[in-house]
C-alpha cells in the first residue's frame, strides 16, 4: 500500500460551488411547490384588484374635494373648472394610478419575501437543516445562499408585477414614463428588495415553527400598506404614528418608487397647469395635490427629499444588516443537539 493510499489528501470545500447548489436547490424547492408560487403571485394582483374596483373611484373623488375646497379657500373659480377639463383629469388619473401601483410594488417586495421566509422555517421544522449539519457545509454559506434565494424570488416576481403595472398603464392610456424613468425604477425596485429581504429574514430568524410563520405572514401583509403609506398618505395618520412609520422598514421604499412613476406625469401636470391651463394658483394647487398624492416622507417634521430618503434606506440597510449579523445562526439553527455540529464550521 502507497503512502498516498494511507494518507488521501483531504481538499477544501468550494464554498463557492456550495453556495451555488444550495441556493438552486432553496430556488427548485420553492418554484416546485407550485400552490405556494401562486399564492406568492396571488397577494399583490388581489390588492390591485380591490384598488381597481373600489378604491380608483374613491381617490379620484378626492381630487375634486382637493379643487373644492381651494377654489373656496382661494376664491378662484378656475380652480374649480379644472374638474370638467378631460386632459387635466387624465393627466390626474394618471398620477393616482401612479402613485397606488407604486405604492402596491411596494407592498410586493415585502409579501413576497415574508413567502420566501416560510420556506426557510419549514427547512428548519422538518430537520432538512440537520442534514445540512452533518454534511461538510458552511453555516456561513448556507446563511447567504438562504438570502441570495429570497432576493432573487422577490425580485423576479416584483418584475413580473412591474410588468404588469407598466401594460395597465398602457392600456389606460397613462404611460408616460421615459427610459431613465424605467431604470430608475427598476433600480429603487432592487434597492427596495434588499431592504425587504433583511427585514424579513430577521423576523424570520426569531421563528422555530411554520405555523406561526404563517401566523405573522398574514398580520404583516395586513397592515404593511397602511405602516409605510401604501395606502394612504402618511400626513392623515396621527403624528405619533407617523414617526413610527419612518423607521420601519418599506416606507422609504414606497416613496422611492412613487418618485420614479411620478416624476414625468407630475412635471406634465405642472407645466399644463400653469402654462396651457394658465392657473394663477398653479404652484397652491400642485402643493395640495402631493398632500395627497405625493412622495415626500417627513421625518419629526422635516420633509426628506428623495435624495435624503435614499440616504435613510442606506441605514436601514446598514442597520438591519448588522442585526442579521447577530442572529445569523438562527436562521440555520438545528431544533436539537445535531445543530451543535454547526458551531464546529466556519
Sequence with gaps: MTNDNMNPVKTKPDFFEQF?????RHLLVFFKNKLRVFFTLMVPFIIFLIYALFLRDLELSTVSGILDDLATKQGNAEIKELASDEKFMH???TLVDSWMLSGILA???VTVSLQCNIMIVNDR?????????SSPV???VLICSYFAFNFLVTVLICLIFLIVCLIVLGGLMEFFLTFVDFLQIVGVLLYASVVAVLFTTFICSFVKR????ASINTILCTVIGFLIGAFMPLAMLPTAIQYVCTFI???FSCSLLRFSFMSTPLSMLTDYVTNTAQLSQSGELISELMLNFGYNVSFFGIDLAPWAQAIGQLIIIIIFFVLNILSGKKVVKVLGSVGKKFKKKK
Design 138 to 140: 458552511s453555516r456561513n
Design 20 to 24: 451555488f447548489q444550495l441556493t438552486k
Design 107 to 109: 407592498i410586493t417586495t
Design 125 to 133: 421544522e422538518q430537520g432538512v437543516n440537520r442534514d445540512f449539519a
Design 91 to 93: 393627466m390626474m388619473r
Design 210 to 213: 411554520d405555523s406561526t410563520m
Design 249 to 251: 422598514p418599506g416606507t
